[in-house]
């Protein structure tokens, strides 16, 4: 069963990023945008992590998690501010916050505190093995490398989700539009062009096994074919 997390955030773009990050690790995100929304929200629902923003409208973020803990005194909390100054962080810890990250925040940090806190809840996520074999290659998506004889190719974020998200649909015909959605979160033409380009970087980093291949399916999308 996949972990629940309550994420509150009023910050849209900032919002999108980290809900997709959460969401591509196997959780299942419950989001609100206020403070008031997620307090009409906690009263019925457990959930078994909470990411909570301070600065939010309506209800602040430090007040949410008081009214969180008369529900639930064991659920983590995690806050997320711009705020740095150690009073802050304090605060947040004495009223009942488990911890504490300021932004702008590394994703990666971010990731490993929520599935440290759900392991201690014996909650950890879903995940691929840390390596993932692939023909000839190696692929590690957590530390973001593919290696082949020993030479290690450092990949991006997003390179990894791609070629993660292929993998976990080998063999089959994934449309375009599932892959921008997944991926970069909506089906736009001009982010189809940036796929395309992932798409031809990926195909450059594994052309040394010629039993990998992202082949074209016209007009519909691609089929990633790899030995087993």
């Known amino acids: 069963m996949k972990a629940h997390l309550l994420y509150v955030e009023d910050d849209a773009s900032l919002s999108f990023v980290t809900r997709d990050n959460l969401e591509l690790n196997g959780y299942q995100i419950t989001c609100c945008a206020d403070g008031k929304e997620a307090m009409d929200l906690i009263k019925n629902q457990r959930f078994d992590l909470c990411i909570l923003d301070v600065m939010l409208p309506e ?3 430090f007040t949410l998690a008081k009214e969180i803990r ?3 005194g064991e659920v983590p909390i995690l806050f997320l501010s711009a705020k740095s100054l150690k009073e802050d962080r304090l ?12 932004k702008p925040y590394s994703i990666e940090e971010l990731l490993l505190k929520v599935e440290i806190f759900l392991r201690r809840r014996h909650m950890v996520a879903p995940q691929m093995p840390k390596m993932s074999r692939i023909g000839k290659y190696l692929f590690d998506y957590t530390n973001l490398t593919l290696e082949q004889n020993g030479e290690i190719r450092r990949l991006t974020q997003r390179e990894a989700d791609l070629l993660r998200y292929l993998m976990s649909n080998r063999g089959q015909v994934i449309r375009r539009s599932a892959i921008l959605e997944q991926i970069w979160g909506e089906d736009d033409y001009f982010l189809g062009r940036s796929l395309d380009v992932f798409i031809s970087r990926l195909r450059k980093y594994l052309q040394k096994d010629e039993g990998i291949k992202i082949e074209n399916v016209h007009g519909i999308g691609f089929q990633f074919v790899c030995p087993e």
């Not at 605060?91 to 300021?102: A, C, S």
């Open 70 to 72: 008369k529900y639930d």
């Open 59 to 61: 209800v602040d973020g």
């Open 91 to 102: 605060e947040g810890l004495r009223i009942g916050g488990d911890d504490y990250l300021t």
